[in-house]
């Protein structure tokens, strides 16, 4: 089994958390609800929901779950890009069908916490999450791109 640190801590169902700061500890509201009260911290984004309504309050949130109903719904990833572009820098959790092989890929979309419904194998994860050592695009992670390392040399 993978030694914890290499996968993150985590509290109760999230599995692997990238995070030093407490997390949150009490449930999330909608994002409508999120919308009307001032001093909600917690929200989370379902498929169809508009993660751009969030951004005039992202300096109040602590945490944003993405639900992922279904493997093979990647709106949730739009979601997280959209948020770190604009500058959030909570915790962002992806919950729900998530699968390892969309670990990398998440990760690179800025999700730094991970709740999913069924547990994952760590050692499946640790690979996983180390996949391509190489990227040609950028993304939220900050990764430096192939084409930016070649500049470099």
Request: negative net charge; contains cysteine.
């Amino acid at each position: 089994m993978a030694d914890a640190r290499d996968l993150g801590t985590s509290p109760d169902e999230v599995q692997f958390r990238f995070r030093d700061d407490e997390p949150v500890d009490h449930g999330t509201v909608t994002v409508d609800a999120a919308l009307e009260q001032t001093n909600a911290n917690a929200v989370r984004i379902e498929p169809g929901d508009d993660a751009r309504a969030l951004l005039p309050f992202l300096d109040r949130l602590a945490l944003v779950e993405i639900n992922f109903p279904a493997f093979g719904d990647g709106r949730g990833y739009s979601a997280a890009r959209i948020l770190r572009e604009a500058g959030y820098a909570g915790e962002l959790r992806a919950v729900g069908d998530v699968l390892v092989d969309q670990l990398s890929h998440m990760r690179r979309c800025g999700f730094d916490s991970f709740a999913p419904d069924r547990r994952l194998d760590h050692e499946d994860a640790k690979r996983a999450f180390a996949t391509w050592n190489n990227v040609y695009q950028s993304a939220a992670d900050a990764r430096r791109t192939i084409a930016e390392k070649r500049r470099e040399t």
